[in-house]
């Protein structure tokens, strides 16, 4: 079983809305910073946000205002609220957890899920 696994992607229409997942096992990951990244056929896998431990969050310019990220500790799981869903949006969306700086660099993680498939139909 991977450290990290994700759910809750599908297929929607565009302006509609997911919930995406990510429950951690084998470990607490309670003090690790977590995040989403997303990558898209043939493009580089991209920052989409994070949340420390302390639950300070930050969003890539491209979802501010249509994706929140948000976690429960306790039950050791993260969620990423997608809003007002654009075609664009299409991508893989991984989870992943670290507990390094910048919170937006990919290398700051270190435990990864196997990503879920998100696809908009325009």
């Known amino acids: 079983q991977e450290p990290l696994a994700e759910t809750g992607g599908g297929l929607v229409q565009a302006g509609g809305s997911l919930r995406l997942s990510c429950v951690g096992s084998k470990r607490s990951f309670s003090d690790y910073n977590m995040a989403w990244f997303r990558q898209a056929p043939g493009k580089e896998r991209e920052f989409v946000a994070a949340i420390t431990s302390t639950e300070m969050t930050v969003h890539a310019d491209s979802v501010r205002d249509r994706f929140t990220i948000s976690r429960d500790s306790a039950k050791n799981l993260m969620y990423l609220q997608m809003n007002s869903l654009k075609y664009e949006d299409t991508a893989v969306y991984y989870c992943?957890?670290?507990?390094?700086?910048?919170?937006?660099?990919?290398?700051?993680?270190?435990?990864w899920g196997q990503g879920t498939q998100v696809t908009v139909s325009a």
């Open positions: 992943a957890a670290g507990q390094t700086t910048p919170l937006t660099w990919r290398a700051s993680y270190d435990y």
